[in-house]
């Protein structure tokens, strides 16, 4: 059973039309990467499959199941996702913003606690536990949002049956960082969680992804794995970029350098 399923999504919430005619499926343990110029549609495509934005035409599944049928809390049972400004103000222990991704559960204090410990070693914030989070960095704020999402999908040996929407999830991070959390996405793919990352940093779409949907104008432009979708005229006629495009010294991937 797929995680994710579009068929024919149009979104157009004022009219016109934000996203048009968008189809594509996720499987469990695949990371979609989601790409386009500024403006194309791409947080847009992530707020639809969240909810937040309603569908114009077409539809689509969550596990199988169309959206529609679903009732919010099993859905936030199953899906979390990192939007790209946090606006949460409220001088909360790190700790305590991460256990508000438990919220839609009832697994208990000793259950929570046991999650919480994983998700901080995952998101290696350890010694950020007692910290208040408006006295965070904007990197450390990240990693702790990152945490939350983490946490409110997290299980222990099988991430099957889950859903994760991650909107730009690097960049406000050191490099250290950045390594780290791509580490920490491929674990919970690597567990069978599904995964819509929009990122702009073609070279983490390249190591992340199991496919790549591009964006242009609301429209998909193409779809597929990132050795077919990354070539010179494809970013010429999509980002209107020069770029050289060589293979990864260690990896079998692309690496795009702007020229």
């Known amino acids: 059973m797929s995680a994710l399923q579009l068929n024919n999504v149009t979104v157009a919430p004022w009219g016109i039309a934000l996203l048009e005619d968008i189809s594509f499926t996720l499987q469990p343990g695949e990371v979609l990467g989601v790409i386009g110029p500024n403006g194309a549609g791409k947080t847009t495509l992530l707020n639809t499959i969240a909810g937040d934005i309603p569908l114009h035409d077409g539809e689509f599944l969550v596990h199988g199941k169309p959206y529609r049928e679903w009732d919010r809390r099993s859905l936030a049972k199953t899906m979390a996702y990192l939007q790209q400004l946090s606006l949460l103000n409220f001088p909360y222990t790190v700790e305590e913003v991460i256990l508000l991704g438990r919220s839609p559960h009832d697994t208990g204090i ?3 606690s046991e999650i919480l410990e994983d998700v901080l070693q995952l998101a290696d914030i350890t010694d950020l536990r007692d910290r208040l989070y408006t006295r ?25 049956g889950t859903l994760l929407l991650l909107d730009e999830p690097t960049a406000a991070l050191d490099i250290q960082h950045q390594q780290g959390t791509t580490d920490a996405i491929k674990e919970l793919a690597g ?50 970029a020069d770029v050289a495009i060589v293979e990864h010294p260690s990896r079998s991937q692309p690496m795009i350098i702007s020229r």
């Open 136 to 160: 965070l960095s904007g990197g450390e704020k990240q990693r702790v949002q990152l945490a939350r999402v983490f946490s409110q999908i997290w299980q222990k040996n099988t991430m099957e």
């Open 191 to 240: 567990k069978g969680c599904a995964i819509v990352l929009v990122v702009h940093d073609f070279n983490v779409a390249a190591s992340l992804a199991t496919r790549l949907l591009a964006l242009k104008n609301g429209k998909q432009v193409a779809f597929g794995k990132p050795l077919d979708v990354f070539t010179e005229k494809f970013f010429t006629d999509v980002f209107a």
């Open 110 to 112: 000793t259950r929570d």
